[in-house]
């Protein structure tokens, strides 16, 4: 349950779906909604989250959408830690199964784990290339929203740099956040921003303010973004004082 207020999380989401930009207020809106559930404590409410957005859809649409919450948390483990994201894959199979027993549908043997707990790999997870396509990839993304910013960053890190840029560039950027295949570039990094923000760092939501400009968010527009992830965090008990805002964000260009 919400933590602060007798809001419904179905409330919440309207509010939300008002305060966002035009240009989310389509399907964008819920990549926040999620990631700041996440964020703030709430995974077990990605599980309603799903079933309000997929009950009054087609079958095409319903898979699109799962896509795109798979791909905000696998997005998410690399910002705020396995544990929250399993809650919410957890919640979202619930939610899922649930579905489908009102529909009356039976999920096939292969789409089940077996004994071991294991299924075979997606497809696309096959064969990735970790060495060159993967990193080039992350660094490409980091480029694109840190510029010149990236080197003070990775010079604080002393004798540790090495090894924990090759993770940002491999891991955490190159075979998540820059994987654009399902969410936008865009899409991608308000699921960063949020998620990072709803922690209170104040450093990295600037680099991320920051990065959502550097994408061609206005400035205008990034407030909105942050008022929604501020009503997600609000609603889930979270306090927002002292939050960067992206006024305050310095050395937007070059």
Same mark, same amino acid.
């Given at each position: 349950?919400?933590?602060?207020?007798?809001?419904? +999380?179905?409330? +919440?989401?309207?509010?939300?779906?008002?305060?966002?930009?035009?240009?989310?207020? #389509?399907?964008?809106?819920?990549? =926040?909604?999620?990631?700041?559930?996440?964020?703030?404590?709430?995974?077990?409410?990605?599980?309603? !989250?799903y079933t309000s957005l997929v009950?009054?859809?087609?079958?095409?649409?319903? #898979?699109?959408?799962?896509?795109?919450?798979?791909?905000? +948390?696998?997005?998410?483990w690399t910002l705020v830690g396995?544990?929250?994201?399993?809650?919410?894959?957890?919640?979202? /199979?619930?939610?899922?199964?649930?579905?489908?027993?009102?529909? /009356? =549908?039976?999920?096939?043997?292969?789409?089940?784990?077996?004994?071991? /707990?294991?299924?075979?790999?997606?497809?696309?997870?096959?064969?990735?290339? =970790?060495?060159?396509? =993967?990193?080039?990839?992350?660094?490409?993304?980091?480029?694109?929203?840190?510029?010149?910013?990236?080197?003070?960053?990775?010079?604080?890190?002393?004798?540790?740099?090495?090894?924990?840029?090759?993770?940002?560039?491999?891991?955490?950027?190159?075979?998540?956040?820059?994987?654009?295949?399902?969410?936008?570039?865009?899409?991608?990094?308000?699921?960063?921003?949020?998620?990072?923000?709803?922690? &209170?760092?104040?450093?990295?939501?600037?680099?991320?303010?920051r990065g959502l400009r550097r +994408?061609?968010?206005?400035?205008?527009?990034?407030?909105?973004?942050?008022?929604?992830?501020?009503?997600?965090?609000?609603?889930?008990?979270?306090?927002?004082? &002292?939050?960067?805002?992206?006024?305050?964000?310095?050395? !937007?260009?070059?």
């Amino acid at each position: 349950m919400a933590a602060s207020n007798s809001e419904s +999380l179905q409330e +919440l989401c309207t509010r939300v779906q008002a305060i966002v930009p035009e240009r989310f207020r #389509k399907d964008a809106w819920y990549l =926040i909604v999620a990631s700041a559930l996440v964020g703030c404590g709430q995974p077990s409410e990605v599980g309603p !989250l799903y079933t309000s957005l997929v009950e009054s859809v087609d079958d095409t649409e319903e #898979k699109r959408i799962k896509q795109r919450l798979s791909d905000v +948390l696998m997005k998410e483990w690399t910002l705020v830690g396995i544990p929250p994201v399993v809650y919410a894959v957890t919640a979202l /199979g619930k939610a899922e199964t649930a579905l489908y027993e009102k529909r /009356g =549908i039976t999920v096939e043997p292969a789409q089940q784990p077996s004994e071991d /707990g294991l299924l075979e790999f997606p497809e696309k997870r096959k064969n990735i290339d =970790i060495n060159n396509e =993967i990193p080039n990839r992350g660094t490409e993304f980091l480029q694109q929203l840190y510029r010149k910013n990236l080197a003070p960053i990775c010079s604080s890190w002393g004798s540790f740099a090495s090894d924990f840029m090759w993770m940002e560039r491999s891991v955490i950027y190159g075979l998540f956040l820059s994987d654009h295949e399902v969410l936008s570039a865009v899409e991608a990094e308000l699921v960063i921003l949020t998620s990072i923000m709803c922690q &209170g760092l104040s450093a990295p939501t600037i680099w991320h303010l920051r990065g959502l400009r550097r +994408l061609g968010v206005s400035e205008a527009d990034t407030e909105s973004v942050q008022q929604a992830v501020e009503a997600v965090a609000t609603w889930s008990g979270r306090s927002v004082e &002292g939050w960067a805002r992206v006024k305050d964000v310095p050395d !937007l260009i070059p």
